[in-house]
């Protein structure tokens, strides 16, 4: 019992260290060849985005609205991705080997 008490200590720690380095761990999307571009942490807060003057055009206002939309999906896609690399090994394969109770 000791050692699974220890064990389930241990995980905790992984997952809040994993947190941790999502939440300071930038990545980043783009549209529109770069025209526009979003930084995003792996936690999927927004921290940036950029947008290249030769998006910027008075008389179409909804092509630049689109480019930030995709540059956002983008990102939070990259966010998604890092974050199921990183605590992919924490949510699964690595639970407690405890017969007759599945987990």
Request: a negative charge; hydrophobic letters at 45%.
């Given at each position: ?9 241990q995980m905790q720690q ?12 930038e990545v980043t999307g ?34 630049l609205q689109d480019l ?36």
């Open positions: 019992m000791a050692q699974l008490l220890q064990q389930a200590q992984d997952l809040a260290a994993a947190q941790q380095e999502l939440a300071v761990t783009s549209a529109g060849g770069e025209l526009v571009t979003a930084t995003m942490t792996g936690t999927g807060e927004l921290t940036a985005l950029t947008i290249a003057p030769a998006a910027v055009d008075p008389d179409d206002i909804e092509t930030v939309v995709a540059a956002v999906r983008d990102a939070k896609r990259a966010a998604d991705d890092l974050t199921a690399e990183r605590m992919g090994p924490l949510a699964g394969g690595g639970g407690f080997d405890l017969p007759g109770l599945g987990l």
